[in-house]
């Protein structure tokens, strides 16, 4: 599986601590640890970039930028 990487966390933490002028936490977890934690195989395919993966029956975008590679495993899955 797959969703917001580590290194897309840490950054929008530092983004987010240099606007409001100290160290803030945007999300009080990190979902790829959270996932590795629970035993997942997470992968993903660097910071901001679309990435998209299909194991079997679950389709996992990255982040907001991987709407279209979702959906084209959607539709791959699908037949279409």
Do not use: H, W
Not at 13 to 37: H, Q, T, W
Request: some cysteine.
């Amino acid at each position: 599986m797959t969703g917001f990487a580590n290194s897309e966390e840490d950054y929008a933490d530092s983004y987010v601590s240099e606007l409001m002028g100290k160290p803030m936490l945007v999300m009080p977890f990190r979902i790829e640890d959270e996932a590795c934690k629970l035993g997942a195989n997470f992968i993903t395919g660097g910071r901001s970039r679309p990435f998209a993966v299909r194991d079997g029956r679950l389709i996992t975008g990255q982040q907001q930028y991987s709407d279209a590679a979702a959906a084209r495993l959607v539709m791959e899955a699908l037949g279409v």
